[in-house]
């Protein structure tokens, strides 16, 4: 996501995805609880709303994608809940994640706010791998995917259009917000991707950062 892609592409034209009955697990840092960056999203799609083949996030379901753990039926629950276990050991020690979230990314398939720096949140992939890894013994549960780069998809393409009109309605000054990420989830989601048909599994809490204040 880092060159502008000339044309948008259809998401889901010859994409695998999980069937009725099936699920996929999720690492997941929530947006629920961040109204700033619900705002950022709205007011994009708003912009977005007169472009046809785009399938927006809904708002309750804002989130950043940590890791990609796998089939749903490769986990038990007992699986599951060693992962969570494994994961907040991991960060038991890391304070609450303060990130700028604004500007976007765009990609054939989405469009998506930035969260940068982009190192701030590598605590919380490698806890997610590790967590993973302990249970399913893949030594590389993103596989090949490229390196995780943090963001909030905004929107899917779900056609074949032109980008530069869609640059054009989102401006070239976008708002931004700062928020602390406290809480990483793991999430099944159920059948395809576009029914957004989630389950929270567990959840992990982030200490709060060090007060700075003087005694």
């Not at 995805?17 to 699920?23: L, M």
């Not at 765009?106 to 302990?134: G, N």
């Not at 943090?150 to 259009?161: L, M």
Request: hydrophobic share 40%; net charge neutral; proline share 11%.
């Amino acid at each position: 996501m880092t060159t502008l892609p000339a044309q948008m592409i259809n998401r889901w034209h010859d994409r695998a995805e999980p069937g009725p009955g099936e699920g996929a697990v999720y690492w997941h840092i929530l947006m629920k609880d961040h109204p700033p960056v619900i705002d950022l999203a709205r007011d994009a799609q708003q912009r977005l709303a007169q472009f046809p083949g785009l399938h927006m996030t809904p708002l309750d379901r804002l989130h950043m994608t940590a890791l990609h753990a796998g089939p749903a039926d490769q986990f038990s629950p007992d699986q599951l809940q060693h992962m969570i276990k494994i994961a907040s050991a991991a960060l038991a020690r890391t304070p609450g994640i303060t990130v700028t979230v604004g500007g976007f990314l765009y990609h054939p398939e989405a469009i998506t706010l930035a969260v940068k720096p982009r190192r701030a949140l590598a605590s919380i992939h490698d806890a997610a791998q590790a967590a993973t890894r302990a249970v399913t013994g893949d030594h590389d549960p993103d596989g090949d995917s490229p390196p995780w780069i943090p963001h909030i998809t905004v929107c899917y393409s779900t056609a074949e259009q032109a980008t530069a009109p869609i640059i054009a309605a989102l401006g070239t000054q976008p708002r931004q917000c700062q928020i602390q990420i406290s809480t990483v989830s793991l999430v099944i989601q159920h059948g395809p991707e576009r029914l957004w048909n989630w389950r929270t599994v567990g959840a992990i809490h982030l200490p709060p950062q060090p007060s700075h204040t003087r005694p």
